[in-house]
């Protein structure tokens, strides 16, 4: 007799549940199938497809340069790998600040080819139109506030963003619209903590952070950060879990060594 053990996927209501109940809610980036395999099995539960692809899958400066066609690439491999978690993909630069009718295109077109569960979008009341229109089509949408790094070259730096009462300020306004036109969760990126404790407390949606503190409902981190495979990308924020630069250079080294001295494949690794 085969044991079925059926899978309970998580949804945008698991996730206003979780914010109810007090339990903190765990995201992380994934980009392609196998590395979203281990983040879906390891129970991970939001897997953001972050356009932060653009600099660790395609070596980019900035996440600017991502195309729509990329990240729909990205993100259909992390869906089929995905189980349990809900996947999240990020609307990318170009994609949605024209207007409206851009914005639900490009995330009907996310949803459509890639069978993503919902998309991510920065900024606060500037994009209201477009969240509005998005959510309309009945796509769910997570917001993204704080350092926004779309707007790097406004920012001019990577630094803590809303220190100044006039951006937390705006912050506030900007984190209670999105609540208000249905947005079923938040990003705020580097900012300080008190301030996310204070958005976090004020919102019904939850808050998930990322240099933001430990009051947020849940945190996310880019998998490559934490996994220690970015080696000189050390910010305060960031905990890494492994060192997998250093491990993955020693194995590739050694097969480098083996292949040279005739050491792989052996008599048993033949047919
Ligand atoms: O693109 C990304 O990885 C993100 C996270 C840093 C939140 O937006």
Same mark, same amino acid.
């Given at each position: 007799m085969s044991v079925n053990k059926e899978i309970k996927r998580i949804t945008?209501?698991?996730?206003?549940?979780?914010?109810?109940?007090?339990?903190?809610?765990?995201?992380?980036?994934?980009y392609d199938y196998s590395m979203a395999t281990i983040v879906d099995e390891a129970g991970t539960d939001i897997i953001l497809v972050g356009d932060s692809a653009s600099n660790v899958m395609a070596g980019h400066e900035t996440t600017l340069p991502i195309t729509l066609d990329q990240m729909i690439y990205h993100a259909s491999s992390v869906v089929r790998a995905?189980?349990?978690?809900?996947?999240?993909?990020?609307?990318?630069?170009?994609?949605y600040q024209g207007n409206s009718k851009e914005a639900l295109n490009s995330a009907i077109r996310i949803m459509k080819e890639? /069978?993503?569960?919902?998309? *991510? #979008?920065?900024?606060?009341?500037?994009?209201?139109? =477009?969240? &509005?229109r998005i959510l309309t089509a009945g796509i769910p949408v997570m917001g993204h506030l704080g350092l926004t790094p779309q707007s790097i070259y406004k920012f001019g730096t990577y630094t803590v963003r809303a220190k100044h009462e006039a951006e937390?300020?705006?912050l506030r306004e900007d984190?209670?619209?999105?609540?208000?036109?249905?947005?079923? /969760?938040?990003?705020?990126? *580097? #900012?300080?903590?008190?301030?996310?404790?204070?958005? =976090?407390? &004020?919102?019904?949606?939850?808050?998930?952070?990322?240099?933001?503190g430990q009051h947020c409902d849940g945190q996310v981190l880019v998998i490559h950060d934490m996994l220690g495979i970015n080696k000189g990308f050390k910010p305060r924020f960031l905990r890494q879990y492994s060192n997998l630069y250093d491990i993955m250079h020693d194995a590739i080294k050694n097969y480098n060594t083996d292949v040279k001295s005739n050491g792989f494949p052996n008599e048993k690794e033949q047919y």
């Open positions: 945008t209501n698991t996730i206003q549940e979780m914010k109810v109940r007090g339990e903190k809610i765990s995201m992380l980036t994934a995905a189980k349990r978690a809900l996947v999240v993909v990020d609307l990318p630069f170009g994609s890639a /069978g993503a569960h919902a998309v *991510k #979008i920065e900024g606060g009341v500037e994009i209201a139109e =477009s969240v &509005s937390a300020q705006k984190a209670l619209k999105l609540q208000e036109l249905g947005c079923f /969760g938040v990003v705020l990126e *580097k #900012i300080p903590a008190k301030l996310a404790q204070e958005v =976090s407390e &004020s919102l019904q949606i939850p808050t998930i952070g990322i240099g933001a």
